[in-house]
């Protein structure tokens, strides 16, 4: 079986990349290999069509390949919250949540991505055509395989772009070598409220999966939350796990980011949230009309989430 994440060197789908690496899939009974595909649109395009089981990735990109969630659903959340930080190069002297700083500027965000900063900016009061802010793929990011966020430091570092959109790992590499400056970090309170529930890192499969083999689909669950506690017991072994996968200098950094994210590690799939989704869904043009939760949601295997 194939789970597809549409990025590697990063704390973003980490959960599901160490559920895999832990072997919390075989203890299930499942036979799970990672799989690359960038950008998150190809991922759940791959779902579609039946050559992956499983997709690591942003919750509302889902849309891409089943329209009004027909033919799939969310299993479980690798973590809560909106995940993606701002990071701007640090000779703007941005401060932290002041996001005037955008205007006129080149901001690098990966396709769907990007969807979550252009409503955030709207509902921030910035007017991206009146405001002149541009948002576009990073430089250098099309080819398979290329990490986005450490890519997006890099353009930054080069001053390709003036800031990006990107997870945590990219943002840590930017601060720490001194070219990039946060200003906003979703998860932790920044930018307006209902930017929280736009979308979260989830574990989706099929319908098909789901009615053929719910009992795949219940083990996927359970190896999720597994994973979660063995990270939250020893987040030590975020680095044995970079060390194996990542760059040198990525793999000394993914245990720090590990930790600072253990407390939105809860597997479960809120109503609320749902509810923020479809209407951030709805606002950028994705979703046409309500969904109830329980097309969205597996609400079956909702009593796994807590690890009872």
């Known amino acids: 079986m194939k789970l597809a994440v549409p990025d590697m060197i990063s704390n973003s789908y980490f959960p599901a990349i160490a559920a895999i690496e832990l072997g919390c899939f075989k203890q299930e009974g499942l036979d799970v290999e990672l799989e690359l595909i960038f950008p998150v649109d190809k991922s759940y395009a791959a779902l579609r069509d039946g050559t992956v089981e499983f997709v690591g990735g942003s919750a509302h990109s889902a849309l891409a390949a089943f329209p009004r969630w027909q033919g799939a659903k969310l299993l479980c959340a690798q973590g809560q919250g909106m995940y993606w930080f701002l990071v701007m190069h640090k000779d703007f002297g941005a401060k932290r949540g002041d996001l005037s700083v955008v205007k006129g500027r080149s901001i690098g965000a990966a396709p769907w991505v990007e969807m979550g900063l252009r409503r955030l900016l709207i509902e921030a009061g910035i007017d991206l055509a009146r405001d002149e802010v541009k948002i576009a793929p990073v430089p250098g990011t099309q080819g398979a395989g290329v990490n986005f966020g450490v890519t997006a430091a890099k353009a930054l570092e080069e001053r390709k772009i003036d800031g990006f959109w990107a997870n945590g790992m990219g943002t840590e590499v930017a601060v720490q070598r001194g070219v990039g400056t946060v200003v906003l970090d979703v998860r932790r309170g920044d930018g307006p409220q209902p930017c929280f529930n736009y979308t979260m890192a989830s574990i989706a499969a099929s319908d098909r999966l789901i009615e ?23 987040v030590a072994l975020a680095t044995e796990i970079g060390r194996k996968l990542f760059p ?38 994705i979703l046409k009309g309500d969904v109830p939760y329980e097309s969205v949601v597996a609400t079956q295997f909702s009593p796994l989430w807590t690890g009872a």
Request: aromatic residues 6%; hydrophobic residues 40%; neutral net charge.
């Open 212 to 234: 053929r083999s719910p009992e795949t689909a219940a083990a996927a669950v359970r190896a999720m939350v597994k994973t979660h506690a063995a990270l939250k017991q020893n």
């Open 248 to 285: 040198p200098s990525e793999a000394e950094l993914i245990a720090e980011l590990i930790r600072r994210d253990l407390p939105y590690y809860d597997a479960s799939i809120s109503r609320e949230f749902v509810t923020g989704m479809n209407q951030f869904s709805r606002d950028i043009g």
